[in-house]
Each structure stands twice: as structure tokens, then as C-alpha cells.
């Protein structure tokens, strides 16, 4: 079982380059199943998440060719449309495939992805919308059967803003017979970057971005080549590393204008932000205000960012209430940070965090992806050492983090 080590203390200082963005990438890569022609998907993250769903393409019988970066992808012979339950249920993005299946193989067995750390996550609105477009669906034996001879465009109206959902259906409808309305859709810029690789392959697309999007089906998608956005994420994590420390740190291929509502809040917090070309630079030179916020989807604050400003506000001047209003249990960073000394309360969907002037090293655990990243966050400021457990979380969504953080001056290892 692997480690990190951290000795906090350090200001992060220097310059980092912003990896491709992972929940671009995810459903991106899902989308060479629309299509007979090889695509090539360059800035492409070197996460486990991609490695799972490259395995689970290529156990459909994409051929895939991998380069550092980049993945060549032909599913001009995809053997069976299947995604086993012992694959999706490490990564519940694996349910991006349930769309491009059914669209262009007219069937697909999905595993329903099971509970996840975070919250009960169903796929209730990516199933009715399927159903919409004139889908058999069935779930049976955990597993979802859908099949079509040829889906339909309809006007579908999501009661949830859904990102993987909306994913799904605009993909699906690329190949319907007809248009498609998908109403309430999300607006997260992986929304988009996935919308601009779509047309690229011949789909025709308006309105991606806002909470209205028309597809007309075609017949037949081609190959295409695209480059994932960057992660705003990832962005947004290392600014609040950054200000957090009290540093001074430079992002290189940032992912500008999608990061808005975050670097509001930074500034909020005190921080000097501005951006330089494609760079985002940070600067704070104090201790960091209490900002409160309350998550939403795009363009509001971003729930994959509350863990992270938990931890910033951990050791802020003042009090924060910070509300998580997509999943229902996201707080499960809040007892290992407690563990380093922060001070919080829980009530309700609401974490009241009463800044304290440092936090002290200590053994935590993380638990999901973004819970981890607050507590590397919270060990890089507190004193002494900490050991973080279970970091196949981290390593899921966060490219070579140790080595890119040493890069910043952070006393960073991984330790088995
Ligand atoms: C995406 O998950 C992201 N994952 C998540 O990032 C992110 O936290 C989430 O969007 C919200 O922004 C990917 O893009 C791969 P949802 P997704 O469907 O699409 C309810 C990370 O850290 N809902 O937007 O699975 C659901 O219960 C991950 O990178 C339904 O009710 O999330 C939740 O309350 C974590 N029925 C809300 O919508 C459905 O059919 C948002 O979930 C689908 C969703």
C-alpha cells in the first residue's frame, strides 16, 4: 500500500504546466465507439482513470495504440458491446459507453455502476433519456440492456443538471434519426470540449455551453483528431496549494475562463491572481481570509473544488460555511483534517470551519478522489509530518502530483 510523505511549512513557488482534463478526456475516449474511423485524442492525462477505460474500450475490441499523451483509438471492430461489472465498477464514468452503444451498435450491456464514496449517484436520467430516443432498457442481474434499432431524436428534459448524463445523451443523439433537444443540460466546459470534438467527427451540435442543446443525427460519424482542454480542476487545486502555503505559483496551459467562480473566491481569500497569456499566476503573502461558498453546477463554484477550499479555510482568519449542495456525502475529508487539528463542524450540507493558526502532521486516510486532495493540501501547511494512506484515490485524477508538487518546493515523496 502506498504513501505519500509530506513535512509541511514550505510557500509552493514556481511553475507547473496544467495536465489535460480528466472528465474531458473520459468521455471523449468513449466517443471513438461512434464512429468506424480511427480518431487520435492528444493532452490526453496519465491518470488511472484513462487507463480504466481505455482497458474497458479495448475489451469491447477497440483497438487502441497508447503514447505518452496521446491514444489512437479504432473501433472499426468492436467485438461486444459489454462493460463488465469488475470495470465499471472502478470508475462510474465507465457508463459513457452506454450511449455511443446503443447509438451506433443498436445494443449495449453496461454494468450499473455501483455506490460510490461520495453519494448514491444514480443513472436514472441517462436511462430515461435513452428510453426517450426510443431505447429498450432493461436492468437486470446489474446490468443495464439497451437496445435500438435506431434511436429517435426526442426533447428530453432533465429534472438534474446531470455532466455524465447530458455526456451521454448528446453523444447518443448524435447518430439518432432526427433532432434532439437535451433541456437542463450541464454546462461544464467538459460538456463542451466534448461538443467541439463531436463536431469535429461530423455531429452537428448548437447550443453546448448553455442549459439548451440541439443535435441533429447523422448517419455516420468520422474519425477525427482533437486535444482535451485543459483541467480546471487540477487548476484549481494548485492555486489553493498555492495559497494555502502562502506561495507564489505560475499554471502554464490553464484552462482560462472556466475557472472564474474558483479565482473569485482565491481573490476573495486574499490572493493576487492574474492571468498571463495562457498562464494563470497566484500570489498570497499572508494568512487567508475565511471565504464562505456553496457549491453548484457550472458556471458555479465547483463541488470537485469543495474539499480543496475545506483545507484552505482550515487554517484561514475567520470563519467559513461552506454548503455542498450536488452529493449528499462529500464531508468525508472533514474527520481526517480534523485529525490535523482543523477545526469543523458539520450541519447538515453545511461545514462551518473555524480557521486555526496552524495544523500539526499527522497518519490520515483518503477516501475519494477530491477528499484527498484537501489533505495533501492541509499537509503541505501543517507542521511536521504527514502520512496520507490509500492514494490510489489521488492517483485516479491527479497526474504524477508528488513530482509536480517537489517541483513547486514542496517536501513531497511516495513511500510503500
Ligand atoms: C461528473 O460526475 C464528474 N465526473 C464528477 O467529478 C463531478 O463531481 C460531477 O459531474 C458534478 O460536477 C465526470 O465527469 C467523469 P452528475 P457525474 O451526474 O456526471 C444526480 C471527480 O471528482 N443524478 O453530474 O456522475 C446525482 O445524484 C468526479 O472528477 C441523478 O439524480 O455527476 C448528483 O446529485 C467526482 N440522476 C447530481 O445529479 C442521474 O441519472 C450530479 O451528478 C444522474 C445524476
Not at 494563470?280 to 457550472?298: C, D, F, H, N, Q
Amino acid at each position: 500500500m502506498q504513501r505519500l510523505s509530506i513535512h509541511g511549512g514550505v510557500p509552493l513557488s514556481g511553475e507547473v504546466r496544467v495536465a489535460g482534463a480528466k472528465n474531458a478526456a473520459l468521455p471523449i475516449l468513449a466517443a471513438a465507439l461512434l464512429t468506424p474511423e480511427p480518431m487520435r485524442i492528444t493532452n490526453v492525462p496519465e491518470l488511472n482513470d484513462v487507463r480504466t477505460m481505455i482497458a474497458l474500450l479495448e475489451r469491447m475490441g477497440v483497438a487502441v495504440r497508447r503514447e505518452a499523451h496521446a491514444v489512437e483509438l479504432d473501433a472499426g471492430r468492436v467485438a461486444e458491446p459489454f462493460a463488465p461489472y469488475e470495470l465499471v465498477k472502478t470508475m462510474r464514468a465507465s457508463i459513457l459507453a452506454l450511449g455511443p452503444l446503443t447509438a451506433r451498435f443498436g445494443e449495449a450491456r453496461v454494468s450499473l455502476p455501483g455506490g460510490c464514496a461520495i453519494g448514491e449517484r444514480p443513472v436514472d436520467l441517462h436511462i430515461r433519456g435513452l428510453e426517450a430516443m426510443g431505447a429498450k432498457v432493461a436492468i437486470e442481474s446489474g446490468y443495464i440492456h439497451a437496445s435500438a434499432s435506431r434511436l429517435k431524436g426526442a426533447r428530453i428534459s432533465m429534472n438534474t443538471v446531470t455532466v455524465t448524463g447530458t455526456e451521454n445523451l448528446m453523444m447518443a443523439a448524435c447518430l439518432a434519426d432526427g433532432r434532439t433537444v437535451l433541456e437542463n443540460a450541464a454546462r461544464e466546459p467538459e460538456v463542451v470540449d466534448l461538443a467541439r470534438c463531436l463536431v469535429a467527427m461530423g455531429a452537428r451540435i448548437r447550443g453546448q455551453g448553455g442549459d439548451v442543446i440541439e443535435i441533429e443525427g447523422v448517419e455516420r460519424l468520422s474519425g477525427a483528431e482533437h486535444s482535451v482542454m485543459p483541467d480546471r480542476i487540477e487548476a484549481g487545486t494548485f492555486l489553493a496549494a498555492a495559497a494555502a502555503t502562502r506561495g507564489d505559483v505560475t499554471l502554464t496551459h490553464a484552462p482560462l475562463g472556466s475557472l472564474d467562480a474558483v479565482v473569485d473566491k482565491l481573490r476573495e481569500a486574499g490572493a493576487r491572481v492574474e492571468a498571463q497569456g495562457d498562464a494563470i499566476r497566484l500570489r498570497m503573502g499572508e494568512r487567508p481570509k475565511a471565504v464562505s461558498l456553496r457549491t453548484a453546477p457550472y458556471p458555479g463554484f465547483p463541488t470537485d473544488m469543495q474539499a480543496q477550499f475545506i483545507a484552505l479555510n482550515a487554517v484561514a482568519e475567520g470563519t467559513a460555511f461552506v454548503t455542498e449542495t450536488i452529493f449528499e456525502n462529500r464531508f468525508m475529508h472533514v474527520q481526517e483534517l480534523r485529525r490535523l487539528g482543523a477545526h469543523v463542524e458539520i450541519e447538515g450540507n453545511t461545514a462551518v470551519v473555524h480557521g486555526v493558526e496552524r495544523l500539526a502532521g499527522a497518519t490520515v486516510m483518503a477516501t475519494d478522489l477530491r477528499a484527498s486532495a484537501s489533505l495533501v493540501i492541509a499537509a503541505l501547511v501543517a507542521e511536521g509530518e504527514t502520512l496520507i494512506d490509500r492514494i490510489y484515490h489521488l492517483d485516479r485524477g491527479y497526474e504524477h502530483i508528488e513530482a509536480r508538487l517537489a517541483q513547486l518546493g514542496a517536501r513531497i515523496a511516495r513511500v510503500s
